[in-house]
């Protein structure tokens, strides 16, 4: 019999902690689509995935030089994290899983911080002194989506 945990503990101390996002990013994936643990994984991930790529290409590139739109992808990008860490706290994951979502939503609640921190950036000169750590903090975050991936039996994430 395998032991399932729900993550939501850390789900109601990040809400708190990190507030809630005013637009949902994407929904819960609903039960039925999603069998497995890894599934639902996957379909959270997926969904998370498909807008940061959209804001960090939009914050790398056209809005680079614009203090505006640099701060609306970030306070996005933010908004994106809080909500899958949220979806994630809410799957039922074995035991070993369960531990290495704590960490992902850990290492993504900081990394979170340092980008709503970033957002906050009154010139482009303050915001491109943070970029290094902002490329910093995105480390713990690969190290434990790997880990919980692996968990899970899933293959490695795409790094293209």
Known sequence: MKTF???GAVAGVMVA????AAASPGAVPAASATHTPAAAYL????TG???????FDRFSGPDRNQLAASAADLRDIA??????DQHLAQLALPAQAAARAHTLIR?????ASLTLRAADSTTLRQLDSLR?????????????VSAIRTTLGLPPPDTS
């Open 5 to 7: 945990v729900v993550v």
């Open 17 to 20: 902690a990190g507030g809630c």
């Open 43 to 46: 379909a959270i991930a997926r």
């Open 49 to 55: 995935n498909a807008r940061l790529d959209k804001d």
């Open 79 to 84: 908004a994106t994290e809080h909500v899958f």
């Open 107 to 111: 290492a993504n609640e900081a990394r």
């Open 132 to 144: 290094p750590s902002l490329t910093a903090a995105n480390a713990p975050v690969e190290r434990a």
